[in-house]
């Protein structure tokens, strides 16, 4: 991508209870995973605004079983979350899971050798209690986050 085009988030249908988005990024799949598998690089695209640059423990390259935990903040709270890795395919996959069940989701797919489809997708059909997300809106405001994030990352290679 370059600065002078739009940059274009599309919904994806992944099934009920799953917000899904994705978007094509001027980069190498490569370049991308390496980011994406690290959690001490999530703040550098975290588009929620609920990821802290700091209080990041665990690996720096994610493989499956792997647990890491995130320094968070939400309406000015802070709180760290712990996540278990649940799959991870080099350089095409990665996915984790919250202690209350939800998992988060990066896919990426060569389109070219300089670019790659990313999608990223919060799963809470796994969710202990997914009604109290539909309740809270969580699924609109992470739909928010993922698109915002998604938006960083195509800019970061822009």
């Given at each position: 991508m370059t600065p002078d085009i739009p940059i274009s988030i599309k919904a994806e249908d992944a099934g009920p209870?799953?917000?899904?988005?994705?978007?094509?990024v001027a980069a190498?799949?490569?370049?991308?995973?390496a980011l994406v598998v690290d959690p001490h690089?999530?703040?550098?695209?975290?588009?929620?605004?609920?990821?802290?640059?700091?209080?990041?423990?665990?690996?720096?390259?994610?493989?499956?079983?792997?647990?890491?935990t995130v320094g968070m903040s939400q309406y000015g709270v802070p709180y760290k979350i712990k996540s278990k890795v649940t799959e991870v395919e080099e350089n095409h996959l990665v996915?984790?899971?919250h202690p209350l069940g939800h998992r988060w989701r990066w896919e990426l797919a060569e389109v070219?050798?300089?670019?790659?489809?990313?999608t990223e997708t919060f799963d809470?059909?796994?969710?202990?209690?997914?009604?109290?997300?539909?309740?809270?809106?969580y699924q609109r405001k992470n739909a928010d986050g993922i698109e915002s994030?998604?938006?960083a990352l195509a800019d970061r290679f822009a």
């Open positions: 209870r799953r917000v899904s988005r994705s978007v094509q190498p799949v490569a370049d991308i995973f690089r999530h703040p550098e695209i975290d588009g929620s605004g609920t990821v802290r640059d700091i209080d990041v423990e665990g690996p720096h390259k994610l493989a499956q079983g792997d647990e890491f996915e984790w899971q070219s050798p300089r670019t790659t489809k990313v809470y059909s796994t969710a202990k209690l997914p009604f109290v997300i539909e309740l809270l809106g994030t998604l938006r």
